[in-house]
């Protein structure tokens, strides 16, 4: 299954989720692989800092910010469970070669009755995509939501009626991911009880479930 975590949007925790997910994949066993396709590089530049400290790879992360991305991530894939594109900001070229190259579409948001939760050019993307790959699926993933009440409030009447859907998991605001990133580590190498590792754990879990990339009996 190719995963690719998309917002044109910065700082919604595109590259947060696109580590910690590849991470739990890896920790379970699966061959994972995560294509950096950010210029700005920071999942790679995660993954070096990771290897000054001595830290075990846990999976291979690669540079491939280039919109021939959907031609070479099936190859990539082959030799792989899992891959994790870790998606571009704001350039369009790019992200249509991240979309198209995608099984699932994870966009991750931060809940807000201010905010669309998506840019109306981000879901013309997507539904650009789908004229291409109509299997392709999109979820939205509800990310540093503040408490549990004020989801709970906002989404009762919206929730249901989203285009994409919304994972029934949610992530809150965890500094613990600040420390993760600074550090080359995951939450759960640094705090394997805390509720961002159990969170990630659950959305793992929950992405598992939708059974994406499956040839239907
Ligand atoms: N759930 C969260 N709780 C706390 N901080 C977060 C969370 N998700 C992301 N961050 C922080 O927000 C910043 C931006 O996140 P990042 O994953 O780099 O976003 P993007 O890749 O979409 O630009 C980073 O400093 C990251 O550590
Ligand atoms: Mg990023």
Redesign the pocket.
Known sequence: MIIA?A?Q??????????LHLAGTWARQGKRVTLIDA?PQG?ALDWSQQRAREGLSRLFGVVGLARDTLHREAPEIARDADHVVI?GP?RIAGLMRSALLAADLVLL?VQPSPLDGWASAEMLALLREARIYRPQLAARFIL??CATRTVIARETAETLADHEPPVLATT?????V??D??QTGRLAFEIDEASP?AREIVALAAEIDRLRIGRIAA
């Open positions: 975590l917002n949007k910065g700082g919604v925790g595109k590259t947060t989720l696109a950010d920071w870790d900001p991750p990310n540093r992530v809150g605001q965890r500094v991911f600040a993760a990133a961002a």
